[in-house]
Structure formats: structure tokens, C-alpha cells
């Protein structure tokens, strides 16, 4: 697995202008300054990969813990992506389910859960996700992302 050559392009659009704070295993713990009228900054667990057999269709994921406790995966997918089946997540080769695509931009398509504990230590103790897209109706495409270093980036973000 590797970084997409536009790494930065496809990064989710709250994180463009974030800085690199640590990097745990493949996942960069990524900040930017506060909001207007906010104390803290804003971090995620991030990490971007393509597909082995397709290089330019690519997956920046984006895990964020919020003040409140609630805690959101937003995955990013390139634009063209087939909408109504959203997007497939198994862990381990177990499958977890899947999650629809809430908005399109002009340089990506989102899908977002809020995560619970289960899926937590899923990703946690977890090898390898993997995301499923699909281009057409037919074709589903699995793209790999390394769990490697999830769980010591989530203890180190803020």
C-alpha cells in the first residue's frame, strides 16, 4: 500500500491545511489550529491509500474523537464512485456492514459513521480493513488500509 501520488488533493477538506503532529504505524495524527472561538485544535487519525490493482482510485480515511465523546470515521472516495450501494468495511475478512454516502464534493464523495466500542476494537486489535467501492453495479473494488498503529495513534491523539 502506498500514498497516492495526490495524497494532499484527496485529504479530507478540514484537514488540507493541518500539520503532521506523529505518525504511529501507517496512521498520521494530523492538526490544524482551532476554530474561530474554539480552545483546542483539531486532530484526526488519518491515513490514504490506493488500490493495488488501480492506481488512481484511491481512499483517505479520517477518524476524529469530538469533545463531546462521539467519535466519526469519514472515509473519503474519488468522485465517480457508484452512490446507492455506499461503502463495504470488513476487518479481518469479517464483514462489519456498510454505510451510504452522505455529500459529494468536487474533489471527493464521503461516507461517515459514528463508531462504538465494538468497532473501536475492531480497528484497534484489527490487521486490515478493507473498504469496498464500487465503479459500477458489478464491480466492486476492495482497496486495503493497515490497521497498524490504530490503537497507539488513538492513545496519542488529543
Known amino acids: 500500500m502506498s500514498a ?10 478540514e484537514l488540507a491545511d ?9 496512521w498520521q495524527v494530523v492538526c490544524k489550529p482551532p476554530p474561530a472561538g474554539a480552545k483546542n485544535e483539531v486532530c ?10 488501480r492506481p488512481n482510485v484511491g481512499l483517505t480515511v479520517y ?3 469530538f469533545s463531546q465523546g462521539m467519535r466519526v470515521l469519514r472515509v473519503f472516495a474519488p468522485v465517480g464512485v457508484l452512490l446507492p450501494p455506499g461503502i463495504g468495511l470488513k476487518i479481518d475478512d469479517v464483514d462489519v456492514g456498510h ?20 468497532l473501536i ?3 484497534s486489535n484489527g490487521k486490515t480493513a478493507i473498504f469496498i467501492i464500487f465503479q459500477t453495479e458489478e464491480a466492486g473494488i476492495g482497496i486495503p488500509l ?6 497507539q495513534a488513538l492513545a496519542a491523539l488529543p
Do not use: M, W
Not at 497516492?4 to 477538506?13: C, E, I, L, R
Not at 487519525?45 to 490493482?53: I, R, Y
Not at 493497515?146 to 490503537?151: H, I, K, Q, R, V
Open 44 to 53: 484526526a487519525l488519518v491515513q490514504s491509500v490506493t488500490a493495488e490493482d
Open 121 to 123: 476494537d475492531q480497528f
Open 4 to 13: 497516492p501520488a495526490n495524497a494532499q488533493d484527496s485529504k479530507a477538506p
Open 99 to 118: 454505510a451510504p454516502f452522505l455529500r459529494c464534493h468536487t474533489f471527493a464523495c464521503y461516507a461517515q459513521v459514528t463508531l462504538d466500542d465494538k
Open 18 to 26: 493541518g500539520t503532521i503532529k506523529a505518525q504511529h504505524g501507517d
Open 146 to 151: 493497515s490497521l497498524n498503529g490504530f490503537s
Open 63 to 65: 477518524f476524529q474523537r
